[in-house]
Structures are given as structure tokens and as C-alpha cells.
């Protein structure tokens, strides 16, 4: 298992920015793809952005592409999710979160083995 701690979340204006970050530590974070969840109260958990054990390979939801950027950062365990131009549907709870396998990458929650506690991101109109 690997453990993960999310930071960053707060209170925003809409047209701003916020950057999450993902602390990991456990098993060997570079071997496993990561990803970004959301979820706004009373719905379901989405999927944001996903991003390969390398940062090869990006997926981004269509609500959110061209405006969020997922990165890595290997040497330091870390997952980034940079998001700028903020609107109101963005509010929500953001997880991260790790593949249940090594070198896997999916698109479902199912997916994913371990999950941060969530970080909340408002974003005020």
C-alpha cells in the first residue's frame, strides 16, 4: 500500500488558480500511475486527470482540458494537479490517488488501490 496526503485546496475566487499537491510514501511511487478525483456533494466521485509512472502519458476529463495540468515529480514522491481559469462546477472534494497495479493507468475508481483523504476546492463566483 502506499499512503497519500493531499494539500492545496481552499477558497478561491472564479478565474483563479490552485495547485494540489499529492504526497506519497510506502511503496515505490515511480512504478504506479496516479490520478486526480473529484467530487462535489451529493454527486459521485469523477475522474479529473490521470498520468503514467513516467508522465508519458496524460488524461485529462473534457470539463476540465486545457485548463487543469497533471504532473510528477518522481524524486520527490509527489503528484501535481495545476488548475487555472477555476469556475464554480470546479468545487469540490479532489483525491488523489495510485494504481492498484504497477505500470497501469485505468480510468476507473476501481482501478485504484490507495486513496488520499481529499483536499476541498471552492470556487466562489
Known amino acids: 500500500q502506499v499512503q497519500l496526503v493531499e494539500s492545496g485546496g481552499g477558497l478561491v475566487q472564479a478565474g483563479g488558480s490552485l495547485r494540489l499537491s499529492c504526497a506519497a510514501s510506502?511503496?515505490?511511487?515511480?512504478?504506479?500511475?496516479m490520478a486526480w478525483f473529484r467530487q462535489a456533494l451529493g454527486k459521485e466521485r469523477d475522474l479529473v486527470s490521470g498520468?503514467?509512472?513516467?508522465?508519458?502519458?496524460?488524461y485529462y476529463a473534457d470539463s476540465v482540458k486545457g485548463r487543469f495540468t497533471i504532473s510528477r515529480d518522481n524524486a520527490k514522491n509527489t503528484v501535481y494537479l495545476q488548475m487555472n481559469s477555476l469556475k464554480p462546477e470546479d468545487t469540490a472534494v479532489y483525491y488523489c490517488?495510485?494504481?492498484?497495479?504497477?505500470?497501469?493507468?485505468?480510468?476507473?475508481?476501481?482501478?485504484?488501490?490507495?486513496w488520499g483523504q481529499g483536499t476541498q476546492v471552492t470556487v466562489s463566483s
Open positions: 498520468i503514467t509512472w513516467s508522465g508519458g502519458l496524460k
Open positions: 490517488a495510485a494504481s492498484r497495479l504497477p505500470a497501469e493507468l485505468g480510468r476507473r475508481q476501481a482501478d485504484f488501490g490507495s
Open positions: 510506502g511503496r515505490t511511487f515511480s512504478l504506479y500511475g
